[in-house]
């Protein structure tokens, strides 16, 4: 017998259940002619209420092959700042966050060099306005960087060298996890045997930057890509880590906090290739969230009650984008439960490239 949506409404809020729900969707960058992009490549933070994401901006041209960006203009590094749990933001462009060079072509040819420092060591990763960037090079076998600030993002210290690891190359994003005043997890993209992108792993510093060292891989050297992890802490030891493949995205669980590392599943099979976003909620679900680059093109999330082993239906944040150029998000939970999910968008694929966001209830 089938049940009614009434009926399973009611049978919904008499075992207190409610079902996920958008809110509204806000924009956080947008300019005519220019190219907001890719979230997800510089990383988000947040302090209650008040919630800064990175991403980069450009000049928007017609690419069939790629994304639609021109690459012989400057690039620019950018923060979205919002104080109202995101519904509105203001943009900046910290000094800090420069590479060497503004032109991304340059960046790839001198950043390398004399361009980063050591770290000294000693950051204090608990400190309550703590936040840290990593960026890369080259998603193949490039070196990557890291800038760090004290002041919620209004100022930022480096560039510190990221060292390879003893791999060919460091495709680094933002993805880590403090375990202490000194003590941080960091899971990055390395260069494979044939120094091509990439396969994800497992580093650690104990010394606050110092020195990181190497713990695992997370999954076998694949035949395509796995890059750009995201990472949440389920239990004292027990790691998720949510990984962008070709087209689908994997689930790998560690119970010894990034020593070793098994597979789980593949909550999304196909999305046209996009990067996870994941978060654990103060009632223990995780939270995915990632772009969908086929029509029709947008944002959607799954839910899980069980740490990943198995995953809800799939949620339709949006799907009003006019191609597939578009995703890349950071989410980040806000005081009230409710959750901010930043992304690059495009409701024209022949226009801008811009940030939005999409505040939305996970439901209970």
Known sequence: MKTS?????????????QAPQVIEHVTVYKEAGRYGGWPANHGIWSWGNEIVVGFEIGYFKDNPTGHDIDYAKPVEHALGRSLDGGKTWTVTKP?????????????LATIAGAGLKDCPGGLDFTHPDFAISFRMTSVHDGVSRYHYSYDRGKTWEGACRLPNLGQPGIAARTDYIVNGKHDMLLFVAAAKSNRREGRVLAARTQDGGKTWNMLSFIGPEPPDYAIMPSTVRVGPSDLVSAIRRRRWIDIYRSTNNGESWSFVNQPMIDNGSNPPSMVRLDDGRLVLTYGYRIAPFGIRAKISKDNGNTWGEEIVLRQDGGGGDLGYPRTVKRPDGKLITVYYFNEDAGKERYIAGTIWDPGK
């Open 5 to 17: 949506f009434l009926a399973a409404s009611l049978l919904c809020c008499a075992f207190g259940q």
């Open 95 to 107: 000094e800090g966050l420069r590479p060497p060079s503004g032109s991304k072509v340059a960046d």
